[in-house]
C-alpha cells in the first residue's frame, strides 16, 4: 500500500517563502503522477499542481502559476512544492497525492478522484 507523509508547512509571513516535502513508502515513485492539492479554510479542496512520473510535465492552477514549483526525485521517493510570495490566501491545509501513471509525460489535477492514495496534510498559515 503507498503511503504519502507531507511536512514543511508552518507560519510564514506574506511574501514569503515555504517549501513543502512528500515522502513516499510502500511502491516505487516511477510508477505514479503526483498532485498537491490544498483545503483552505470553509472552501473546497482544490487542486494546484502535478508532475508526471517521468518529472518531464508539470502543470499548476492559475491562482498559483509563477509562484510555485513542484520536483520530484524518483530515486528519493520524493516529492516537493515550493511556494514563493506568499499571501493570506495561500492558508492552507496542503495535501499531495499519487495516481498511478497512465501517460509518464502527462498529468492532471484538475480530478482528486483519479488520486487514490493521499497524505495526511500539513498546515500552512500565511500571516503576519
Known amino acids: 500500500q503507498l503511503q504519502l507523509a507531507e511536512s514543511g508547512g508552518g507560519l510564514v509571513q506574506p511574501g514569503g517563502s515555504r517549501r513543502l516535502f512528500c515522502v513516499v513508502s510502500?511502491?516505487?515513485?516511477?510508477?505514479?503522477?503526483i498532485g498537491w492539492f490544498r483545503r483552505a479554510p470553509g472552501k473546497e479542496r482544490e487542486g494546484i499542481a502535478c508532475i508526471s512520473s517521468s518529472g518531464s510535465r508539470r502543470a499548476y492552477a492559475n491562482s498559483v502559476s509563477g509562484r510555485l514549483m513542484i520536483d520530484r526525485d524518483n530515486t528519493k521517493n520524493t516529492a516537493n512544492l515550493q511556494m514563493t510570495i506568499l499571501n493570506p490566501e495561500d492558508t492552507a491545509v496542503y495535501y499531495c497525492?499519487?495516481?498511478?501513471?497512465?501517460?509518464?509525460?502527462?498529468?492532471?489535477?484538475?480530478?482528486?478522484?483519479?488520486?487514490?492514495?493521499w497524505g495526511q496534510g500539513t498546515q500552512v498559515t500565511v500571516s503576519s
Open positions: 510502500g511502491g516505487n515513485l516511477d510508477d505514479y503522477d
Open positions: 497525492a499519487a495516481a498511478p501513471s497512465l501517460r509518464p509525460h502527462d498529468c492532471q489535477f484538475s480530478s482528486d478522484s483519479a488520486y487514490p492514495y
